[in-house]
Nanobody, 119 residues
């Protein structure tokens, strides 16, 4: 099942955005959801993840204290609230689903949503 990410856009430094990922078919409590990002010219990197059960919540060092991952089980959605955005957060953001809470393998990727932070 294809994941659908949305919510990206252009924002000034210091601003906020909330990304959303529709994840029908992956709300089984054995699955975890994550956000990754790929900045221009860089490798894709992990941002945050959480199990549908609410455990195993993890953040990258760059996301800690600024980003919050959450889920809405009733609506099959995962969110990434991003605050205090910096120009270096500019990237295409992808949601992903995995049965591995550490995302050593990924079951499905979303199509990506562009986030651009201007200075």
């Amino acid at each position: 099942v294809q994941l659908q990410a949305s919510g990206g856009g252009l924002v000034q430094a210091g601003g906020s955005l909330r990304l959303s990922c529709a994840a029908p078919g992956y709300t089984d409590r054995g699955y975890s959801m994550a956000w990754f990002r790929r900045a221009p010219g860089k490798e894709r990197e992990f941002v945050a993840s959480q199990k549908w059960s609410g455990g195993y919540t993890r953040y990258s060092d760059s996301a800690k204290g600024r980003f919050t991952i959450s889920r809405d089980i009733a609506n099959n959605r995962v969110y990434l609230q991003m605050n205090s955005l910096k120009p270096e957060d500019t990237a295409v953001y992808y949601c992903a689903a995995s049965s591995d809470p550490f995302f050593r393998t990924v079951r499905s990727w979303g199509q990506g949503t562009q986030v651009t932070v201007s200075s």
